[in-house]
């Protein structure tokens, strides 16, 4: 029987991939046209899509910029022919009203000092989000700026926030001479107490003393004058701030193994979580102040970090025990033979992988803590929305809508976008197992 087979002696040449599998065009078989009810819903899809941009994008693009009421925006549309109520955004109000939507009624002459608190946090904040690329000498100007920006906004003397400062270096010192001679926890207690001593009894001496040997300091501005944009930062920056290592105490707290602490822990934390936001801001705002010795002067905008802080914490303390309680028993077990003691453990192994796995609730409670801010309208204050209201109560803009409330949605998706893609980038830098 004749041999037919045929083994061949040469390599065929490597040949491109048809155009229809790779590319825009594979891509879009694969995805939008890969069957028919696919590619119905692809074509209405873009019926849709096209119908909503016809319109849409008309109305972006009006030319009112430089109108000076709603009725001379109607005026500059009506002459170009379009009618009608969506006939085109009056931006006029934006070109306007732009700036006191972001300072409020900060007075003109002094924006260079929230301009430069803000474009310092980003210094401030740059070692911390991007350690790995910035120099670790910034962290030194990251621990002093919380005391920068406060004296930035308010003004008055430099020896406020120098005392506060003060209190911080004392209760150090105390914990860790207590902490050397007897333990930790005594350590932690006395070292509190000897900064809430300073900064309630000692620290009004200290400012006043220094003021009168050598009075340094800017204007000050009453909060009263804080507003739109920059008073969402403010309120959403120190309560982010705050919330995550109030609410990783409080996480620990509630694990703990003294009864007290955790007791006080979990009462708090679900007392605050039980409550809506509005409730604590009215607190704030009206009734704390009857808990007050008569003529205490307690700023508002105070009150309200404080509280918008103590319901993030909360939140985040939840957050974190998930972290907490995802980790396996392995890993504690391990802290434990490598001979740590239990803040080591915390600092070293546990905290890190349970903030590593609490990330995207991380960022989500921040993410709606600064979306909370906006409640702080209803107490008085002149956020955005609050500005919102007053400018079109002017007889000028009565009747704008939606062109105010789209500028601040964006201004509030600029960030929220910007929180949420650092999210991601965080996870896939921290990212050890295998996908």
Known sequence: MTDIGFVRTEMLPEQEPPASEVGAIGWMRHNLFSNWFNSALTLLAIYFVFKVLAGLVPWILSPTWNAGSLSECREILHALGREGHYAGACWGVINERWIQ??????????????????ILLGVALAPVLFSDKVPSKLFAFTALYPFIFPWLLWGGTIWGPLSALLGFVLG???????????????????????????????????????????????????????????????????????????????????????????????????????VPLITLLFVASTLLNLFLPPGTNFDIILRVLIMVTLFSAAYMAEVIRGGLAALPRGQYEGADSLGLNYWQAQRLIIMPQALKISIPGIVSTFIGVFKDTVLVSIIGLLDPLGLSNAIRADANWNGIVWEIYGFIALLFFVFCFSMSRYSMYLERKLQTGHR
Not at 101 to 118: D, V
């Open 101 to 118: 939507l972001i300072f409020g009624f900060y007075p003109s002459e002094l924006y260079w000092r929230p301009i430069a608190a803000f």
């Open 172 to 274: 150090w010192f105390v914990y860790t001479a207590v902490s050397k001679a007897i333990s930790n926890l005594f350590g932690i207690i006395l070292g509190v107490l000897a900064a809430l001593i300073w900064w309630l009894a000692l620290s009004g001496y200290f400012v006043g003393a220094m003021d009168s040997i050598a009075a340094i300091g800017i204007e000050v501005v009453e909060s009263r004058k804080f507003g739109g944009f920059m008073l969402s930062i403010t309120i959403g920056v120190v309560a982010i701030a705050c919330s995550l290592p109030l609410g990783i105490v409080l996480a620990l707290g509630r694990q703990s193994d003294l009864m007290i602490v955790k007791y006080l822990c979990v009462g708090f934390i679900e007392f605050i979580r039980g």
